[in-house]
């Protein structure tokens, strides 16, 4: 199972925000919706997964051991940070992109 916590379900929400006011490029509201699933599917592909990537960066390394990267396009990677319990649960933490990464 996969299961978000507040802080990675606050990102969620925020991405979703920020696409939609994002003035660079105006975005439907059908583009924001897939763009935003698009990332749930990632988090929810991570409980079948058989080998986990450590987190690198330490922004990363304090919400969670693992990360999964999804390359958007070639501007924008999304890093999903988590955790993988005894029972392989995965508990996504956080979802930050490569521009907050890189800002650390």
Excluded: P
Aim: glycine share 4%; net charge neutral; proline share 0%.
């Amino acid at each position: 199972m996969v299961y978000y916590n507040q802080l990675a379900n606050k990102d969620l929400n925020n991405i979703f925000i920020g696409l939609i006011i994002w003035k660079k490029h105006q975005l439907s509201i059908g583009h924001v919706l897939s763009y935003v699933a698009d990332i749930e599917f990632e988090c929810e592909s991570l409980d079948k997964k058989i080998i986990h990537d450590i987190s690198y960066y330490s922004i990363h390394k304090k919400f969670g051991e693992y990360v999964h990267r999804y390359k958007r396009n070639q501007h924008t990677t999304w890093y999903i940070i988590y955790n993988v319990d005894v029972l392989g649960n995965v508990w996504i933490e956080r979802i930050i992109n490569n521009h907050l990464t890189i800002s650390e």
